[in-house]
């Protein structure tokens, strides 16, 4: 998901408690003496999202947390995408799907990304940057689409300057992938994204070459035969070997979408499997500075790899099995008491923009929903697990969301 500079992180990460590594271990530990009830879970999620929805306006505006004031389309698609992942859009009326898609297809520009008119050229998203602004935005938007049954109306045109002969190549090289292959994962992510979305939702062909085009360059670019990850980052030190991984999840899915095998899958695994943190996260400081306390992208940039690997391969299946096991109780540990997730455990957490703010009492709609979704990934990994005996419902949408992507 999204990184951010580190100057900017610090300010907006506001640390409100201090974790008690004890406290989370017992907490742990007691999760594991006692099955926890994941309909207990689903219930408190739920109803966290829909005391963030404006219910006097029409339906799909949602808040980001309790102290938000105004509805934002981030969101509104984190609120669709984690009430399809439980099933719970099943639940709409016709007229409740309909406003909802509506409300989101609205936001569309005529070069086919989305806007949110109450965040954009604010804190993050001052200017668009490609690692955070409207591209990222719109594969959010795409993926709530899909979730509600629907397709984006206008044809992205904004990928005309990577369909262009030599444009995507040009693009790639002036990424900086040596020192931030963590923000170059973000910007990759997004425009393969919405290539792929393109080529199967919009049925532009043209992007079809292009994905295989990206595909093969990152292959052979950037790459590390002797760890699968991409940059320069020092791996032998936690914090640059959880931000290149970080960048290898962005990566990734774009593979795994495509049903493409990662290149250098064994070490890809070893270096996931090394980020996890003595108290089961996958956090080694590079949220919050703290390498107890993992945070919503930490933990997911791990643990959605693994289980795929774990699903396609045989290669260290049982080290995965035990390193998401333990993973699974930390994400648990995560719950806010209003029901929905914290993205740092006990802290407060800024997306951006105050209208997508948090403090260390409430829950975020962003991490609701992420983590919610590393709990599926869970599920498919640890079929015998409580999460794995829920039925999840994924996307079939390029992105983050999907499982087993049926291509066409």
Not at 380 to 393: N, R, T
């Amino acid at each position: 998901m999204s990184r951010w500079p580190t100057h900017s992180r610090r300010s907006f990460l506001q640390s409100t408690a201090a974790i008690s590594a004890l406290a989370f271990v017992e907490g742990a530990n007691a999760a594991n003496e006692a099955a926890f009830d994941l309909n207990a879970v689903r219930e408190k999620t739920l109803k966290f999202i829909e005391s963030m929805r404006v219910s006097e306006a029409p339906y799909g505006r949602f808040r980001y947390s309790a102290g938000s004031v105004k509805p934002t389309l981030y969101s509104s698609t984190y609120a669709a995408m984690t009430r399809h992942l439980y099933g719970d859009l099943d639940s709409l009326t016709e007229s409740q799907r309909a406003e909802w898609v509506a409300y989101l297809q609205s936001h569309q520009d005529d070069d086919g990304l989305f806007r949110d008119p109450v965040i954009f050229n604010q804190g993050w998203y001052k200017g668009d940057p490609e690692w955070c602004g409207r591209r990222h935005l719109s594969c959010h938007v795409v993926t709530a689409l899909t979730c509600l049954g629907a397709v984006a109306k206008k044809p992205l045109r904004d990928l005309e300057r990577f369909i262009a002969p030599g444009g995507l190549v040009k693009w790639l090289e002036s990424r900086d992938w040596a020192k931030q292959p963590d923000f170059v994962g973000n910007e990759v992510l997004n425009v393969g994204t919405l290539l792929q979305y393109a080529r199967d939702f919009q049925k532009d062909e043209r992007c079809r070459p292009v994905v295989a085009e990206l595909l093969d360059w990152m292959t052979t670019h950037h790459m590390s035969e002797q760890t699968g990850l991409w940059g320069r980052l020092d791996v032998n030190e936690p914090r640059g070997l959880s931000r290149a991984v970080m960048g290898g999840y962005h990566f990734w899915l774009l593979y795994f979408y495509d049903r493409v095998s990662i290149p250098h899958a064994d070490r890809a695994t070893d270096m996931c499997l090394k980020t996890q943190n003595k108290l089961g996260g996958f956090g080694q400081g590079v949220h919050g500075g703290d390498p107890l306390c993992s945070s919503a992208c930490e933990d997911i940039d791990s643990i959605d790899p693994l289980a795929r690997l774990a699903r396609d391969r045989d290669y260290r299946r049982a080290d995965i099995r035990a390193a998401l096991e333990r993973g699974l109780q930390a994400v648990l540990s995560n719950q806010t008491p209003d029901g929905g997730f914290w993205f740092l455990k006990n802290r407060g957490f800024n997306y951006g923009h105050d209208q997508l703010n948090s403090t260390a009492t409430q829950g975020g709609m962003f991490p609701t929903w992420f983590r919610t979704l590393t709990l599926a990934y869970l599920g498919k990994a640890l079929p015998e697990s409580s999460v794995g005996k829920f039925h999840w419902k994924f996307c079939n949408c390029p992105g983050i969301q999907f499982w087993e992507a049926d291509q066409t």
